[in-house]
């Protein structure tokens, strides 16, 4: 289910002066899936028709919780306002317009392609080299920017791309991408870890984050077996994640091990002194 609002500017959307403030023509309401198949129905309240010598202009997002919707306000766009939520609670935050429509724009039917407004983030990690293995216990950011003001906007794009932009991010909040991890890392290559809540949808940002690993690591084999946990802590995060991008993060892991090393030696004789005895 997605949310949508429709409105007929005066002119183009979103028009060009103070006094062409768009006027609602399809109220906020929830438009749902019907049906078990391809093709789907989306029904709404309604039908609604196309009014004759305007132009009609949509905008919607999903999900239909955890946003704060703002209309637009003299020759402005729409928006809204959204928070970040705790891991097992996350979702696609998803975004479609389409502007200036009409009872001509494809048949009369509006076209709504979604694109993701967030930045999906992922793990994966190999060991630097073959002496050992490692199991991932935890990964946790800190320092993260969850919340913040998207704002709908038109693009020569529109419908294939973001079009909007994300404006008065904020927060630092902390958020883990594994807890209580059990991904065996075994080879130089990289393998994906898998999220304790799948990946994580987080905010667009420059960042200023940092990253927290923990890891057990098992070097030796036998008797000389041996396991020991590494942490990994205020590893900084830098560069900008933007909207709709998906990035992956590879962990090269560490032993720390020292291997101990016997150096024998033997010292010299010292020589002693004696009192030689009388005969």
């Not at 209309?71 to 705790?86: E, K, M, N, Q």
């Not at 076209?111 to 216990?137: E, G, M, P, W």
């Not at 030796?220 to 900084?236: A, P, R």
Request: hydrophobic fraction near 35%.
């Amino acid at each position: 289910a997605f949310q949508m609002t429709a409105y007929t500017p005066s002119a183009a959307f979103p028009g060009t002066a103070s006094t062409d403030e768009p006027t609602p023509f399809i109220a906020s309401q929830i438009v749902s899936r019907t049906g078990e198949s391809s093709p789907y129905s989306w029904p709404y309240t309604g039908p609604q028709y196309w009014p004759q010598g305007k132009k009609v202009s949509f905008f919607a997002y999903a999900p239909t919780t955890g946003v704060t919707y703002a209309a637009p306000a003299a020759a402005g766009w729409p928006g809204f306002t959204y928070t970040v939520a705790a891991e097992a609670s996350q979702a696609d935050l998803v975004v479609a317009q389409r502007t200036s429509q009409d009872a001509t724009s494809n048949n009369g039917s509006v076209a709504l392609n979604f694109n993701h407004a967030l930045s999906q983030i992922l793990f994966s990690a190999k060991c630097a080299n073959a002496d050992f293995t490692a199991v991932v216990k935890t990964i946790e950011l800190s320092g993260i920017q969850n919340a913040g003001t998207y704002t709908f906007a038109t693009s020569a794009t529109e419908g294939t791309a973001i079009e909007g932009s994300w404006s008065g991010v904020k927060g630092a909040e902390g958020y883990a991408y594994l807890t209580n991890g059990t991904a065996a890392i075994a080879k130089t290559t990289s393998d994906p870890i898998a999220g304790t809540n799948g990946a994580l949808m987080l905010m667009p940002q420059t960042l200023t984050a940092k990253l927290k690993v923990v890891y057990t690591v098992t070097i030796g084999s036998g008797d000389s077996e041996q396991s020991f946990d590494v942490t990994k802590e205020n590893v900084e995060l830098t560069g900008t994640w933007a909207p709709g991008m998906k990035y992956t993060y590879d962990l090269t892991l560490v032993s720390d091990a020292t291997a101990i090393t016997i150096v024998p030696g033997v010292n010299t004789w010292t020589t002693g002194t004696t009192t030689n005895p009388s005969p």
